[in-house]
């Protein structure tokens, strides 16, 4: 199984230069490891979190941020089963980040105290999907 749990040079990259200057969703799905694995001599490296309690962490020192820059989660959800696509991939965490814009997205990955903090999401998650969504109207059908 390919683990996905940092965007590669080429992602990022693509990221960047899409339009900046309007708000972003960013659609997250999350798998979380049995045992979390912190780098050797991080002080919980010897502490057997679960990626569930390490990705708590992350959300504690990197909530503030987030929220700081005018980011919110505007939905959050269980989930159930997947419909359509590869029946194996099941996510512990699905939600939806809303950023102001993209520079606040950006401005959040390189403050010094997210670097910092993001240790406890690259210990927690076995794999997961980041897929930006910029917002359009909604209502009545699927057209």
């Given at each position: 199984?390919?683990?996905?749990?940092?965007?590669d040079r080429a992602q990022?990259?693509?990221?960047?230069?899409?339009?900046r200057d309007h708000p972003?969703?960013?659609?997250?799905?999350?798998?979380?490891?049995?045992?979390?694995?912190?780098?050797?001599?991080?002080?919980?490296?010897?502490?057997?979190?679960?990626?569930?309690?390490?990705?708590?962490?992350?959300?504690?020192?990197?909530?503030?941020?987030?929220?700081?820059?005018?980011?919110?989660?505007?939905?959050?959800?269980?989930?159930?089963?997947?419909?359509?696509?590869?029946?194996?991939?099941?996510?512990?965490?699905?939600?939806?980040?809303?950023?102001?814009?993209a520079h606040a997205f950006?401005?959040?990955?390189?403050?010094?105290?997210?670097?910092?903090?993001?240790?406890?999401?690259?210990?927690?998650?076995?794999?997961?999907?980041?897929?930006?969504?910029?917002?359009?109207?909604?209502?009545?059908?699927?057209?």
């Amino acid at each position: 199984m390919t683990r996905y749990i940092d965007p590669d040079r080429a992602q990022f990259e693509a990221f960047k230069n899409l339009d900046r200057d309007h708000p972003i969703e960013m659609l997250n799905l999350v798998r979380f490891k049995d045992t979390a694995t912190y780098p050797e001599g991080h002080s919980l490296a010897d502490q057997k979190l679960s990626g569930a309690e390490a990705y708590a962490n992350y959300g504690a020192e990197s909530g503030p941020i987030f929220a700081n820059l005018g980011g919110k989660i505007t939905w959050r959800g269980g989930f159930e089963t997947t419909l359509i696509g590869p029946g194996d991939e099941v996510w512990d965490q699905v939600f939806v980040a809303r950023y102001p814009d993209a520079h606040a997205f950006l401005a959040m990955v390189s403050d010094p105290n997210y670097q910092k903090a993001v240790v406890h999401r690259q210990a927690a998650v076995e794999t997961s999907r980041l897929i930006r969504c910029g917002a359009t109207e909604t209502g009545g059908t699927f057209g």
